[in-house]
């Protein structure tokens, strides 16, 4: 089993920057895939970026160029920096581990971009 906590979240004016992080613990194995989605009210949930096997990134076309996914493996945390946030970049940030087979996913945390 794989436990997931996001922190970072909040309420940021346009143009703003936030951190995102998300640290793993439990059964956290070296091969795995990590990535961040965000769901908006009445939205489905939508990938925001993440890593690849072999450590390639993917990045929805909304955030690249705004949007940098990192990763501290000795600390099983991943990172999401949001810079020039957009009212449209609001909703719930989802942390996504997968491994063997199996996905977890953390409780969410809240991003909220507004004046």
């Known amino acids: 089993q794989v436990q997931l906590v996001e922190s970072g979240g909040g309420l940021v004016q346009p143009g703003g920057s936030l951190r995102l992080s998300c640290a793993a613990s439990?059964?956290?194995?070296?091969?795995?895939?990590m990535g961040w989605y965000r769901q908006a009210p009445g939205m489905e949930r939508e990938l925001v970026a993440r890593?690849?096997?072999?450590?390639?990134?993917n990045y929805a076309d909304s955030v690249k160029g705004r949007f940098t996914i990192s990763r501290d493996n000795a600390k099983n945390t991943m990172y999401l920096q949001m810079n020039r946030l957009k009212p449209e970049d609001t909703g719930v940030y989802y942390c996504?581990?997968?491994?063997?087979?199996?996905?977890?996913w953390g409780q969410g945390t809240q991003v909220t971009v507004s004046s």
């Open positions: 996504k581990y997968s491994q063997l087979g199996h996905n977890y």
């Open positions: 890593f690849l096997i072999g450590g390639s990134t």
């Open positions: 439990g059964r956290v194995f070296s091969i795995n895939t």
